[in-house]
C-alpha cells in the first residue's frame, strides 16, 4: 500500500506546484480572464544637427510627424547622438526647440549615450576641442533612470536594458567593470520573458570597413553577455541608415536616420542573406501584442511628406506555462510512475 501511495504523492506536489506556477504567471502577465491591451513605443537615433548651434530641419519634421501619427506612443528609444556637440549648452537648446511639440505632450524619451553627446565645437582645423568625457552637459539636458549613463527598466512583460558603448572610448571598447558587472547583474536578476538591448554603436555595421572593425570591438565584448542571457532585440544608431540583421540568433536593427546626414553602405560584403538595409531618413515603429513584437521601419520620401513601411520583422514572444500544459505535464509524470505497478500487481 504505502509503494502505491508514493506516485500519487509526487503526482499531487506536480499538480500543485503547476497551480502554482501558472497563477505566478497570471499575476505577472495578467490572468486567462483578462484581455491583453496592445502598446506600441518608437524607436529612432542619430538626430544630431548638421552643424552646431543650429536647427535641424529634419530632425524637427520627423520629430512632429512622429507626434502626430502615434498620439498613444508609450516612450521613444533613442539610439544617440541625440545632437552635434553635447558639451555645448547651445546644440540642447536647438534641440529642445525642435522636440518642443513632444515636450508639450510629456512624452517621455530613453536615451543611449552617443559619441557626439562627448563633443564640443569645432576646431579651425575641423577637428573637435577636448571632449566633455564626464557627460556633465549631456546630464543636465536629460533625466534618465539610473546613473543616466546606463540602465534599465521593465515595460508590460517586456525589460529594456541601455548600454554606454561610448565609455572610454579610443577605437577599443574600453568597457569599465563597473558598467560590465552591472549588466551581467541587471541581466542575471531579468524575470521579464523578452530582453531588449539598446546601444549607439552597433554591433554589426556594412557602413564601411572602419565601422565593420568597431562593430567586431563591440561585438567581442556583448555577443558573449547577450547570448548567456537571451537578450532576444538589439536597437543601435551611429551608421545613420536603417539595418536589420540577425546573428547568433538575436535581431539586431540599426535606426539612425532621424535627422543627422544620411551614410549610404560601402561594407555590404559584411551582409549576410536575408539583410534588409535603406539609406533614406525613417523611424521605426514596434507593436506589442500578447503574442508578438513586429517592428515597422516607415520610410520618408525626399520631401519628409509621407512615410511608406519598407521593412517588417515579426518576432514572437515567449511563452509562459498554461494551466492546460501544467496539468498535461503532471499527467504524463503520473502514467510514468503508475503504469508500472499496474504491470506488477498483474505480473503477481
Known amino acids: 500500500m504505502k509503494r502505491k501511495l508514493i506516485p500519487l504523492s509526487i503526482f499531487g506536489l506536480i499538480i500543485i506546484s503547476s497551480l502554482s506556477m501558472n497563477t505566478q504567471s497570471n499575476l505577472l502577465n495578467g490572468s486567462a480572464e483578462t484581455?491583453?491591451?496592445?502598446?506600441?513605443?518608437?524607436?529612432?537615433?542619430?538626430?544630431?544637427?548638421?552643424?552646431?548651434?543650429?536647427?535641424?530641419?529634419?530632425?524637427?519634421?520627423?520629430?512632429?510627424?512622429?507626434?502626430?501619427?502615434?498620439?498613444?506612443?508609450?516612450?521613444?528609444?533613442?539610439?544617440?547622438?541625440?545632437?552635434?556637440?553635447?558639451?555645448?549648452?547651445?546644440?540642447?537648446?536647438?534641440?529642445?526647440?525642435?522636440?518642443?511639440?513632444?515636450?508639450?505632450?510629456?512624452?517621455?524619451?530613453?536615451?543611449?549615450?552617443?559619441n557626439h553627446e562627448t563633443y564640443t565645437y569645432k576646431l579651425p582645423d575641423g577637428s573637435y576641442g577636448p571632449q566633455e568625457l564626464n557627460l556633465s552637459t549631456y546630464m543636465s539636458n536629460v533625466e534618465m533612470p539610473g546613473n543616466e549613463r546606463f540602465y534599465s527598466f521593465d515595460n508590460k512583460g517586456i525589460h529594456f536594458i541601455i548600454i554606454n558603448t561610448n565609455e572610454n572610448w579610443t577605437h577599443?571598447?574600453?568597457?569599465?567593470?563597473?558598467?560590465?558587472?552591472?549588466?551581467?547583474?541587471?541581466?542575471?536578476?531579468?524575470?521579464?520573458?523578452?530582453?531588449?538591448?539598446?546601444?549607439?554603436?552597433?554591433?554589426?555595421?556594412?557602413?564601411?570597413?572602419?565601422?565593420?572593425?568597431?562593430?567586431?570591438?563591440?561585438?567581442?565584448?556583448?555577443e558573449p553577455i547577450f547570448i548567456e542571457y537571451g537578450v532576444d532585440l538589439v536597437f543601435s544608431g551611429h551608421d545613420h541608415n536603417y539595418y536589420n540583421t540577425i546573428r547568433e540568433g538575436i535581431q539586431h536593427i540599426g535606426t539612425s536616420g532621424g535627422g543627422a546626414p544620411l551614410y549610404f553602405p560601402q561594407a555590404t560584403d559584411q551582409a549576410i542573406d536575408g539583410d534588409v538595409y535603406i539609406?533614406?531618413?525613417?523611424?521605426?515603429?514596434?507593436?506589442?501584442?500578447?503574442?508578438?513584437?513586429?517592428?515597422?521601419?516607415?520610410?520618408?520620401?525626399?520631401?519628409?511628406?509621407?512615410?511608406?513601411?519598407?521593412?517588417?520583422?515579426?518576432?514572437?514572444?515567449?511563452?509562459?506555462?498554461?494551466?492546460?500544459?501544467?496539468?498535461?505535464?503532471?499527467?504524463?509524470?503520473?502514467?510514468?510512475?503508475?503504469?508500472?505497478?499496474?504491470?506488477?500487481?498483474?505480473?503477481?
Open 35 to 114: 484581455t491583453y491591451d496592445p502598446w506600441h513605443f518608437i524607436a529612432l537615433g542619430d538626430t544630431r544637427n548638421w552643424e552646431e548651434n543650429e536647427t535641424n530641419v529634419f530632425r524637427q519634421t520627423i520629430y512632429e510627424d512622429v507626434m502626430l501619427s502615434n498620439p498613444n506612443l508609450e516612450f521613444i528609444l533613442h539610439t544617440g547622438d541625440i545632437v552635434n556637440s553635447g558639451g555645448e549648452q547651445d546644440d540642447w537648446d536647438r534641440y529642445y526647440e525642435d522636440i518642443d511639440l513632444l515636450v508639450q505632450n510629456n512624452v517621455t524619451f530613453y536615451y543611449a549615450v552617443g
Open 172 to 222: 577599443e571598447f574600453e568597457i569599465t567593470t563597473v558598467q560590465e558587472e552591472w549588466i551581467i547583474d541587471d541581466l542575471q536578476s531579468n524575470t521579464m520573458n523578452f530582453t531588449i538591448a539598446m546601444i549607439h554603436r552597433p554591433m554589426y555595421s556594412i557602413k564601411d570597413a572602419s565601422r565593420a572593425y568597431e562593430a567586431g570591438i563591440i561585438r567581442a565584448v556583448l
Open 279 to 348: 539609406s533614406e531618413y525613417h523611424y521605426c515603429n514596434i507593436s506589442i501584442t500578447e503574442d508578438t513584437l513586429t517592428i515597422e521601419a516607415l520610410v520618408y520620401d525626399a520631401n519628409l511628406e509621407t512615410t511608406t513601411i519598407e521593412d517588417t520583422v515579426i518576432m514572437y514572444l515567449k511563452e509562459t506555462p498554461t494551466t492546460e500544459t501544467s496539468f498535461y505535464f503532471g499527467f504524463i509524470i503520473l502514467l510514468i510512475w503508475v503504469i508500472p505497478l499496474f504491470r506488477r500487481k498483474n505480473n503477481h
